[in-house]
């Protein structure tokens, strides 16, 4: 794992049983999270992102089971070879995670200033009244009043407080890495804005790396430095974000950046992807996983999984394209 | 909303004190009536007759409806529930206040008891759900919750009185102690109380497990528990916050549990031959000792009204969720 | 977001739904012990049917016999009249069976009947559909038998039924309202409500099927209550007999023949008491199935 990388995520495997079989949530996943960079998971429901982030804190639930690969964490190691205490005392202190459903994520019945002496405790922090005050200094970061948020049951907080508190958790241990599922998901506008504000401040002031995911492109293409798309459980397309989203090379991103209304231009120009997306135990056995639903499928699409073509830092896994990005190239 | 739950606690009683009053006048042959006419016959005055049946069953028949109502409403608020008529003379009200005690003792003990045990099992139940040890803990308690109480009481009785004669044959204690503060006397009441006590555990234990075990399971599957687990929380304090989640909506059946209990009494005690308020419902329908079971009747339902006003008051104190 | 499905992803689906429902029956009595309840159930159902058509109207008395121990001639001994156990096991079963399942028949149309209105309407019916169901929920439910035995004699199969049906739909009453309350907030029944749909028939099409595994559910477990406290009246002596049936069995064997003191008569003693728990079993284990069915989260993926 070289320097600039924090994260490294090789060959992941994540599989459920179904009575249809073993549905691979996640399958065959390589991506780096560099260093201080905030990077951005896209994909449908469905497309297995939770299940992705979840593995970086090994914490596929059951009876899902990580089948095959590692995570790579800068200071920590693999972190799917951690396990009891260990693992315990990594998720928290070293990775921060954030909620996709933070409307709940604390305990209804104590207040957060409790909570956190709880999360404190859990972490043999021995000065919790320093823990109480970094965490003060960061609930006023976010622009609420400290001493009614600590004081405050969970159900006295709205939506984006909620939210917001979701984050003071998961950074008030001075982790170094820190992952968003859906942090604007369940919110208004106003709050949207607000809440991805605050992100890209702690996360230069801090140095953090962040890994945010979501299935609104516009969240990710507004703060992600790097982009990646993910499809029924694999990445098919990853790069800079301003290059992927300008010229997007894998069929499904082109699909998903076309579906898109803008505000400016004309409405009727977005088209609709037909299909669904897959269900995961009926996903096809060979080859290309978008191939049912995708307008230059070929024959070799149904017989074997494209492999990565790399343009520069930017990659995608499709034949058709990367003949016709060879063509380009050669021409 | 203090004063809401009270006002229905206490129309709620009221409706019940009024049924009892309609259930008497409907009763086959009209006993009231019968009495004073048989009080006539046997030479009585007519207002003497008239007297000493409103003494008994709290109202004067004959006397227009309204007459009559508000002249039993009148001697309930005074607590003065009527005589028994088959002990002649005896208020109604010292015969049931001397047999709720022993109810009381029995049926409390046995929500503790039950609680304690069904929760903690529920709770191990849920954690090993869809291991050997969680289903086999499943199956008992719905196996025992599905026993009806009056089997539980007779096997239990059958078991430990006769074919291993380990505890005494019924009865609350035995005569040879005096009452009062001493071992003997309170050593005794403990042993006529223990074989009761384990049927009215084994009677609603099988509930509280499933339901311990419900309410953890869906603990277990909200999202602020995952959300703990994956901030690092030490795993003792996950089950402290899954233990005090999951117990709150167990608190609401407590007042239901002890409905159930006092309907179970009458099995019970009838079994045992333990004189609470129970054996007294029995007794006074088998000697048709009206105002008696009335009585009965109604000092277990206010006692069951207002254990759930206490629950309903109580329960703002341990969910914030709800305090205003 | 709607998506056209071409036909032969309607087929496919078509097909694969109906593998899921076969699926799903195999599930129900997929375990022993589910198959096991299952045939008791059918077997007592079966006893409830024709088993006084098995006997004589009148059982032989045999007064040299008197609780007999278990023999050839009378498999689980005789009473205190020297009548063979067995036959009134059997015979007494149609009283105990049938009542209870008329009582539930009776709570599961009043309770889903009010609990619909009070769920749909719930400003002026709900209210006070839902005081009186609170109130009589809050009784304690034996007694107010026991006292309304004082003055109604229901000791008659149909009455029975009935007395026990009326002050049990409360608690159907209560699930199936809160079911509908929230069904009623929903998107499709408001969208069924804006297409000026009449309320009754929204209650029908839309809400009734939502509400049936409650009421599935609740099925069995009013039978095995309705049961025990039918059992319960006649053992406590509260309600004349009419004829045997198992809680006159167990009335007779606790306090005449005083079983629970001394040891004969044991058969006569157990026999109801092991056919009411087999019952009750039964139903319960098959009620887990019926959950299992409707909720296929519960399911394990062995």
Redesign the interface.
């Known amino acids: 794992m070289t320097n600039s990388t924090a994260v490294s995520i090789t060959d992941l495997g994540v599989s459920f049983p179904t009575s249809s079989g073993p549905a691979h949530a996640v399958a065959g996943v390589s991506l780096d999270l560099p260093r201080g960079q905030i990077t951005g998971l896209v994909g449908e429901s469905g497309s297995g992102k939770s299940t992705l982030a979840l593995s970086l ?1 090994n ?1 596929v ?1 059951a009876p899902g089971s990580v089948t095959s690969g590692s995570v790579e964490i800068d200071g920590v190691g693999d972190v799917l070879t951690l396990k009891g205490s260990a693992l ?6 070293k990775i921060g ?1 954030v ?1 996709q ?1 933070s ?8 207040p957060v200033g409790k909570q956190l002496l ?2 404190g ?3 043999g922090v021995r000065d919790r009244r320093d823990l109480l005050h970094r965490a003060r200094l960061l609930v006023e970061e976010m622009g609420l009043d400290a001493e009614r948020v600590l004081a405050s ?1 969970q ?1 006295e907080l709205s939506g984006g407080m909620r939210q917001r508190v ?1 984050i003071v ?2 950074l008030v241990l001075n982790a170094h890495v820190l992952i968003l599922d859906e942090p604007t998901t369940a919110l208004d506008m106003l709050s949207q804005a607000s809440v991805l504000e605050i992100v890209q401040k702690v996360h230069s002031e801090r140095g953090l790396t962040t890994l945010i995911i979501s299935h609104d492109v516009g969240v990710i293409g507004d703060i992600a430095d790097r982009m990646a798309v993910m499809y029924a459980g694999r990445i098919v397309e990853e790069g800079p974000t301003p290059s992927v989203l300008a010229s997007p090379w894998h069929p499904y991103t082109r699909a998903l950046l076309t579906a898109m209304p803008r505000i400016t231009g004309d409405v009727s120009a977005a088209k609709q992807l037909p299909g669904r997306p897959p269900d995961l135990s009926s996903i096809p056995r060979a080859g290309c996983v978008f191939a049912p639903r995708c307008a230059l499928a070929e024959d070799a699409c149904t017989e074997t999984e494209p492999e990565n073509t790399f343009l520069a830092d930017h990659r995608f896994a499709c034949f058709v394209t990367a003949r016709e990005t060879a063509k380009e190239t050669t021409a | 909303m203090i004063i809401t739950k009270l006002v229905t606690g206490l129309v ?1 009683i009221w ?2 004190a009024s049924a ?1 009053f309609f ?1 008497v006048l ?3 042959g009209n006993p009231a009536a019968a009495k004073e006419a048989d009080l006539i016959n046997k030479g009585m005055s007519p207002q003497n007759a008239a007297k000493a049946v409103a003494a008994i069953y709290g109202f004067i028949p004959k006397k227009p409806l309204i007459d009559q109502y508000g002249n039993y409403v009148w001697q309930l608020l005074h607590f003065n529930l009527g005589q028994s008529i088959a002990e002649q003379g005896t208020p109604v009200s010292s015969i049931v206040a001397s047999a709720f005690p022993w109810t009381v003792i029995l049926a409390l003990s046995g929500i503790l008891i039950s609680f304690l045990i069904g929760a903690s099992v529920g709770i191990l139940a849920a954690v090993k759900r ?1 291991t050997r040890t969680g289903d086999t803990l499943t199956l008992g308690g ?2 025992i ?7 539980i009481a ?2 239990l ?2 078991l430990f ?3 291993w004669a380990i505890f005494p ?1 019924g009865g609350n204690v035995s005569i040879v102690y005096t009452p009062g503060w001493n071992a003997g006397y309170i050593g005794s009441v403990i042993s006529h109380a223990v074989l009761p006590v384990i049927a009215y555990v084994l009677a609603i234990v099988g509930g509280w497990v499933l339901t311990a075990k419900a309410s953890v399971v869906s603990v277990l599957g ?3 528990i ?10 003792t ?1 996950v089950l402290r ?1 899954i233990t ?2 999951a117990m ?1 909506p167990l608190f609401t059946i407590l007042a239901l549990a002890l ?2 209990l ?3 009494s ?2 019970i005690e ?2 045992f031959n333990y004189p609470g308020l129970g054996q007294l ?2 007794n006074s ?2 000697t048709k000792d ?1 105002p008696v ?2 009585g009965a ?1 109604l000092l ?2 206010v006692a ?2 207002v254990a ?1 006003i206490l629950a309903d008051l109580a329960y703002p104190l341990i ?3 709800i305090r205003r | 977001m709607t998506v056209a499905l071409a036909p032969e992803q309607l087929e496919t689906g078509l097909r694969r739904s109906r593998q899921r429902t076969a699926r799903r029956w195999v599930l129900f009595v997929n375990t022993p012990s589910r198959a096991i309840s299952a045939f008791i159930v059918v077997l007592f159902g079966l006893m409830a049917i024709f088993g006084p058509y098995l006997y004589p109207a009148n059982l032989p008395i045999n007064a040299n016999d008197i609780y007999a121990s278990p023999s050839l001639a009378h498999p689980l001994g005789t009473d205190f009249e020297g009548v063979d156990t067995l036959a009134l096991i059997v015979t007494g079963a149609r009283y105990v069976i049938f009542s209870a399942v008329i009582a539930c028949a009776i709570t599961v149309v009043l309770g889903t009947v009010g609990g619909l209105v009070a769920g749909y309407y719930p400003r002026w019916a709900g209210s006070a559909i839902m005081r009186v169901t609170d ?1 009589v929920l ?7 038998l ?2 309304l ?3 109604w004699n229901f000791g008659s199969l149909w009455q029975m039924a009935l007395a026990l049906g009326v002050f049990g739909w409360g608690g159907i009453a209560r699930a199936v309202r809160s079911q509908t309350l929230s069904l009623r907030e929903r998107p499709f029944v408001e969208a069924a409500r804006g297409l000026g749909i009449p309320g009754w028939r929204i209650i029908t099409t839309e809400v009734m099927p939502n509400v049936a595994p409650f009421i599935g559910m609740n099925l069995l477990t009013g039978i ?1 209550a309705f ?2 406290s039918e ?2 009246l006649f ?4 309600v004349p007999f009419t004829g045997s049936n198992w809680g006159v069995m ?1 009335n007779n064997a ?1 306090f005449q023949a005083n ?5 004969r008569a044991l058969a006569y ?1 157990l026999s109801p ?1 092991i056919c ?2 087999l019952i ?2 039964a ?3 098959l009620m ?1 199935a019926v959950d299992e069915f409707f909720n296929p989260r519960l399911r ?1 993926i062995k």
């Open positions: 804190l914490a639930p315990r005392k990594t998720r928290g202190a995670y909620f459903a409307q709940n994520s604390l305990n209804p019945l104590k709880d999360l405790r859990s972490h049951y159900h979701g958790f998961a | 709620m409706v019940v009892t259930l409907a009763m086959p869809n719905a196996f919750n599905g026993i009806p109480t009056f089997v007779i096997l009785f059958y009185t006769t074919i044959q909200d999202d602020f995952l959300a703990a687990e994956l901030r690092g929380l030490k795993p304090t916050y005090r989640n709150l409905a159930f006092f309907g179970g009458v099995f009838d079994v419902m029995i329908i088998n009206y079971l009335d009747f277990i339902t069951v009204i759930n969910d914030p969720r | 109130f809050a009784l304690p439910g034996f007694p107010v026991l006292v035995a004082t003055v095995t049961i025990y059992v319960g053992f406590l002596g509260a167990l606790v079983a629970v003191t001394s040891t003693l008491l009411i728990m009750t079993l139903l319960v284990t887990n394990r």
